[in-house]
């Protein structure tokens, strides 16, 4: 079946500085893929939605300049924390469209925690 | 717009004993339905989906869920739960013609007990 690598599991950085996380699809092509953050006992927030190519779609709400997201090729898409702060710290997942418009597969998600 | 609202934070349950999570939605067009499970620290996992055709739905694991249209409920159900189901699970919905992007209810957490 399809396979969503996200990578790191866990981060811990200091505040200020800036984190990358990478999210490839292993064995598919995906000109999709989104980013979600997840707060603690909470859902699944949307923050935007990646596009091979092209500039990524922010949801409302969402720091396009805090929230770098490049979709350069089509297994690979990175979120790009940038100047993080204790407030960032999060649970941020991907997904990737792999079969169809209502395939998706979700990446083992990235645990972000800034001291 | 559509959304999802998941009736119980939390539901905790004996081993062996039956389970039902409770999942209704609202959208003023088509829909698809979907439960996902999250284990601790991990990303979602799809555990069931209703696309079209039979509204009953089954999972290779012993979950099933049922969809109500007349309720707008998507409810899932397990006849005897094991420790090991002991997980986030989360209703999502997505609206058929349009991006098709699902939204999360805010998830049930399971917790069986021995």
């Known amino acids: 079946g399809a396979v969503v690598s996200q990578h790191p599991s866990r981060v811990i950085c200091k505040s200020g500085t800036s984190v990358k996380i990478e999210c490839r699809s292993l064995?598919?092509?995906?000109?999709?893929m989104f980013w979600y953050r997840q707060f603690p006992k909470q859902s699944l927030m949307l923050m935007a939605t990646?596009?091979?190519?092209?500039?990524?779609?922010?949801e409302q709400g969402v720091e396009k300049d805090k929230f770098l997201i490049n979709h350069a090729s089509l297994t690979l898409s990175t979120l790009t924390v940038t100047s993080a702060h204790p407030e960032d710290s999060s649970f941020y997942i991907c997904?990737?469209?792999?079969?169809?418009?209502?395939?998706?597969?979700f990446g083992s998600g990235t645990r972000l925690t800034v001291v | 717009a559509q959304s999802v609202t998941q009736l119980d934070s939390q539901v905790p349950v004996f081993e062996e004993a039956p389970v039902e999570l409770r999942c209704n939605y609202s959208?003023?067009?088509?829909?698809?339905l979907f439960w996902y499970v999250q284990y601790p620290n991990q990303g979602l996992q799809l555990l069931l989906k209703?696309?079209?055709?039979?509204?009953l739905v089954e999972s290779i694991n012993g979950f099933e869920a049922e969809f109500n249209k007349s309720q707008t409920s998507f409810h899932l159900r397990k006849p005897s739960v094991h420790i090991s189901d002991t997980a986030e699970y989360f209703c999502?919905?997505?609206?058929?013609?349009?991006?098709?992007?699902?939204?999360f209810g805010r998830g049930t957490s399971l917790i069986v007990h021995p």
């Open positions: 999502a919905v997505s609206e058929t013609g349009g991006s098709y992007i699902p939204t």
């Open positions: 997904s990737a469209r792999d079969r169809g418009p209502i395939g998706y597969t």
């Open positions: 990646s596009n091979e190519g092209s500039k990524a779609t922010y």
């Open positions: 209703y696309l079209s055709g039979s509204t």
């Open positions: 064995d598919f092509q995906a000109t999709t």
């Open positions: 959208s003023s067009v088509s829909v698809y």
